[in-house]
């Protein structure tokens, strides 16, 4: 099957794409490759020291999809060596907890497992950069720390903060930029997809490209995905990711918290709706985008009866004014209840861990977000006695409810 002309191919691998490195040269890379008939060797490396692929990893995982159904050739490097060094793109400090290479693998064979929902995997080349790493010598270690300066290492933007910081930067993790672009070597990359952070592995796996008589590949980078707090990047340390495994309502749900700011680069990495499109559902209701945004991402990992489906439970439950499905119990000691079977209202709050503190929850109960009963009925005040009861609901805010049960000291 022959490739498309290179504008329509241009047109699709330019979207959501925030530089591209050297740009002058892709246009005459893809025009080759059309007329040679030969496909382009895309690379996206990942380091497997976390089982879990959210949707900031999906970004460069949609491009590669892209090039696939482009006609071009996947491939995937699995870091298993890389990892147990440890990226220091955008890290202030060296990673302390070293993974083994059982663990390693682990998370490697989970993190296929879930690739799979994003590109075609069968058609993909998959290696492991221990395949070539491992068999290496001593002297051949020495002779690839040859072709990197310790200046050039420093020029790194992580390396050079942590040196005017005086943070440690540890030999090991040196090698780590000059271990991803020997990748790009061995497997004879055309183009590499990532973030904009990677460009200095980018530009160096050119130059060792270059040093072992081979074509120089172009760098693809995507913008960085802002996490559900829509401010720091994507990622599962900070709590603020959507994993693609995830159950399918859990992810409607973080959808719908979404800062209204980030809707439109959401749209743009995460979809196939044209921008004009985007631009129009943006000016609109904006619930109604996000839940269309959430149904388009979910019906890609799960379904579309699955993201339906949640999208009416989330309307129910959180949106509308139905009981939720899971509501958790919360057990209060007879002990703590008076004797008249009531509490405090800001005291029954706390004691039932919907709150931190009594302070909590007087702001809770003075804002009116603090409810009770199946009907929400609005707690009026802090020292307002609540008769506790097995079965009561309580409710502060949207996101946090509990039913009591009474137990005996």
Same mark, same amino acid.
């Given at each position: 099957?022959?490739?498309?002309?290179?504008?329509?191919?241009?047109?699709?691998?330019?979207?959501?794409?925030?530089?591209?490195?050297?740009?002058?040269?892709?246009?005459?890379?893809?025009?080759?490759?059309?007329?040679?008939?030969?496909?382009?060797?895309?690379?996206?490396?990942?380091?497997?020291? $976390?089982?879990?692929?959210?949707?900031?990893?999906?970004?460069?995982?949609?491009?590669?999809?892209?090039?696939?159904?482009?006609?071009?050739?996947?491939?995937?490097?699995?870091?298993?060596?890389?990892?147990?060094?440890?990226?220091?793109?955008?890290?202030?400090?060296?990673?302390?907890?070293?993974?083994?290479?059982?663990?390693?693998?682990?998370? $490697?064979?989970?993190?296929?497992?879930?690739?799979?929902?994003?590109?075609?995997?069968?058609?993909?080349?998959?290696?492991?950069?221990?395949? &070539?790493?491992?068999?290496?010598?001593?002297?051949?270690?020495?002779?690839?720390?040859?072709?990197?300066?310790?200046?050039?290492?420093?020029?790194?933007?992580?390396?050079?903060?942590?040196?005017?910081?005086?943070?440690?930067?540890?030999?090991?993790?040196?090698?780590?930029?000059?271990?991803? $672009? &020997?990748?790009?070597?061995?497997?004879?990359?055309? +183009?590499?997809?990532?973030?904009?952070?990677?460009?200095?592995?980018?530009?160096?796996?050119?130059?060792?490209?270059?040093?072992?008589?081979?074509?120089?590949?172009?760098?693809?980078?995507?913008?960085?995905?802002?996490?559900?707090?829509?401010?720091?990047?994507?990622?599962?340390?900070?709590?603020?990711?959507?994993?693609?495994?995830?159950?399918?309502?859990?992810?409607?749900?973080?959808?719908?918290?979404?800062?209204?700011?980030?809707?439109?680069?959401?749209?743009?990495?995460?979809?196939?709706?044209?921008?004009?499109?985007?631009?129009?559902?943006?000016?609109?209701?904006?619930?109604?985008?996000?839940?269309?945004?959430?149904?388009?991402?979910?019906?890609?990992?799960?379904?579309?009866?699955?993201?339906?489906?949640?999208?009416?439970? &989330?309307?129910?439950?959180?949106?509308?004014?139905?009981?939720?499905?899971? +509501?958790?119990?919360?057990?209060?000691?007879?002990?703590?209840?008076?004797?008249?079977?009531?509490?405090?209202?800001?005291?029954?709050?706390?004691?039932?861990?919907?709150?931190?503190?009594?302070?909590? $929850?007087?702001?809770?109960?003075?804002?009116?977000?603090?409810?009770?009963?199946?009907?929400?009925?609005?707690?009026?005040?802090?020292?307002?006695?609540?008769?506790?009861?097995?079965?009561?609901?309580? &409710?502060?805010?949207?996101?946090?409810?509990?039913?009591?049960?009474?137990?005996?000291?």
């Amino acid at each position: 099957m022959p490739f498309p002309p290179v504008e329509d191919q241009l047109a699709v691998i330019r979207r959501g794409v925030e530089k591209i490195v050297p740009e002058e040269e892709l246009t005459a890379m893809l025009t080759r490759s059309r007329e040679s008939g030969e496909p382009l060797r895309i690379k996206y490396g990942i380091d497997p020291t $976390a089982a879990d692929v959210h949707l900031g990893h999906s970004v460069p995982l949609r491009k590669m999809r892209q090039f696939q159904e482009l006609g071009h050739q996947a491939v995937i490097i699995i870091g298993n060596y890389t990892a147990m060094v440890g990226d220091p793109s955008g890290r202030d400090e060296a990673r302390t907890k070293k993974l083994s290479a059982d663990e390693v693998e682990a998370n $490697a064979q989970f993190y296929l497992s879930q690739v799979g929902k994003v590109i075609d995997i069968d058609k993909a080349e998959v290696h492991r950069n221990g395949d &070539w790493f491992g068999g290496m010598s001593f002297a051949d270690i020495l002779g690839l720390c040859g072709k990197v300066t310790v200046a050039q290492l420093l020029t790194r933007d992580d390396f050079s903060k942590r040196m005017q910081a005086e943070t440690p930067i540890y030999l090991h993790e040196c090698l780590y930029p000059l271990m991803q $672009a &020997w990748d790009s070597v061995e497997i004879k990359a055309d +183009i590499e997809l990532g973030g904009t952070e990677q460009l200095y592995s980018f530009m160096l796996a050119r130059d060792l490209q270059k040093d072992a008589g081979l074509s120089q590949q172009i760098g693809l980078m995507s913008p960085i995905l802002v996490g559900t707090d829509g401010k720091k990047r994507m990622g599962k340390s900070l709590g603020n990711y959507i994993g693609i495994s995830e159950d399918p309502y859990e992810m409607m749900k973080k959808f719908m918290q979404l800062s209204d700011d980030c809707m439109r680069m959401y749209y743009e990495l995460l979809t196939d709706i044209s921008m004009e499109e985007v631009d129009t559902l943006l000016a609109g209701h904006p619930k109604e985008a996000k839940v269309t945004l959430a149904n388009h991402v979910i019906s890609e990992y799960h379904d579309p009866r699955a993201a339906d489906e949640s999208a009416a439970r &989330w309307q129910n439950e959180i949106g509308g004014s139905a009981l939720p499905a899971d +509501i958790p119990i919360v057990e209060i000691k007879r002990s703590d209840i008076n004797d008249d079977g009531t509490l405090p209202a800001a005291i029954l709050l706390k004691l039932a861990g919907l709150c931190q503190s009594s302070g909590e $929850a007087r702001r809770a109960i003075k804002q009116g977000g603090a409810k009770l009963g199946e009907d929400k009925t609005k707690i009026e005040s802090h020292d307002q006695p609540i008769e506790v009861t097995d079965g009561l609901l309580l &409710w502060v805010g949207k996101k946090r409810f509990c039913s009591l049960r009474i137990v005996e000291s």
